[in-house]
């Protein structure tokens, strides 16, 4: 038993019905839409930060709640020379520090992350 094999949908409404058609109407098959998780967005919690840590370092956050740990550190994104960001879906308020190539830690006292909250912070380092 052979399967006859079928020309994909956008095929069966073109005018040419090629194989090979190239009409920019029909050119693309359509795709489903994604779906959304609104679980993990419902709880995405934002740190904002402002520090030049100098050309070639990496801003790492150590802390306790999960995702974090205080004896390994994840990197935070960098988006400009001094700006970096970090985002996760937070069931849970999470303490942490921020640290320069995850070593030398921030000046101060730990910072407080809750679910949903996006906070913006500079920190300093000696």
Same mark, same amino acid.
């Given at each position: 038993?052979?399967?006859?094999? %079928?020309?994909?949908?956008?095929? +069966?409404?073109?005018? $040419?019905?090629?194989?090979? $058609?190239? $009409?920019? +109407?029909?050119?693309?098959?359509?795709?489903?839409? #994604?779906?959304?998780?609104? /679980?993990?967005? #419902?709880?995405?919690?934002?740190?904002?930060?402002?520090?030049?840590? !100098?050309? /070639?370092?990496?801003?790492?956050?150590? !802390?306790? !709640?999960?995702?974090?740990?205080? +004896?390994? !550190?994840?990197?935070?994104?960098?988006?400009?020379?001094?700006?970096?960001?970090?985002? $996760?879906?937070?069931?849970?308020?999470?303490?942490?520090?921020?640290?320069?190539?995850?070593?030398?830690?921030?000046? /101060?006292?730990?910072?407080?992350?809750?679910? #949903? %909250?996006?906070?913006?912070?500079?920190?300093?380092?000696?």
């Amino acid at each position: 038993m052979s399967k006859k094999l %079928q020309p994909p949908p956008f095929l +069966e409404k073109c005018a $040419c019905a090629s194989k090979a $058609c190239t $009409c920019a +109407e029909f050119a693309h098959v359509p795709t489903k839409p #994604k779906r959304s998780r609104t /679980g993990a967005k #419902k709880n995405k919690a934002r740190i904002q930060v402002t520090a030049n840590i !100098g050309w /070639g370092n990496v801003l790492f956050i150590r !802390g306790e !709640g999960a995702p974090l740990s205080w +004896e390994k !550190g994840i990197a935070l994104k960098n988006l400009d020379i001094d700006q970096w960001c970090w985002e $996760c879906a937070l069931r849970k308020p999470i303490t942490f520090k921020l640290l320069i190539n995850d070593v030398q830690w921030c000046d /101060g006292e730990n910072y407080t992350l809750t679910p #949903k %909250q996006s906070i913006t912070i500079t920190p300093t380092f000696t």
